[in-house]
């Protein structure tokens, strides 16, 4: 379901999206995927502790990695992922994470029955608009 703002404004825009998985075998190719991002999207999942404590560790290799010229402003999006698993129990909680990191939007999602994911990627989609230089 698209809002009325994007109808309204009806901009159209090509998102390229590089999924890393969080595997270090495609460390070597950050600089390339990396540089020249609009937007970072960070995704854990939220039944699993270890997954939500690797997310500073990743924001910062994908800042050293991009060198956006203003890594303090850069958008980043945080999804928790897998919330249709486990019924909820034991879910990770990220909302201080993001508060603490300058308010990044955090969406909780299912990949697998697609809660939230339209949401985010719109999120996405405003966030790469609202940074494009204006012409």
């Known amino acids: ?7 309204k404004k009806c901009t159209v825009l090509e998102l390229t999206i590089w999924d890393t998985a969080g595997q270090e075998r495609f460390q070597s190719l950050g ?5 020249g991002a609009d937007c970072c ?4 999942d939220v039944n699993v502790m270890k997954s939500f404590e690797n997310l500073n560790r990743w924001r910062e290799e994908f800042l050293l990695q991009a060198s956006p010229s203003d890594p303090d402003n850069f958008p980043f999006i945080l999804l928790g992922n897998k919330i249709d698993f486990d019924g909820g129990s034991g879910r990770v909680k990220a909302k201080a994470w993001c508060t603490s ?3 990044i939007p955090y969406f909780e999602t299912s990949a697998k029955d697609g809660t939230n994911v339209e949401e985010a990627f719109l999120c996405i989609a405003r966030n790469v608009i ?3 230089p204006k012409d």
């Open 1 to 7: 379901m698209v809002d009325d703002v994007a109808r």
């Open 31 to 35: 600089v390339a995927f990396y540089r």
């Open 41 to 44: 999207v960070l995704t854990y």
């Open 101 to 103: 990191k300058g308010n």
């Open 130 to 132: 609202k940074n494009e």
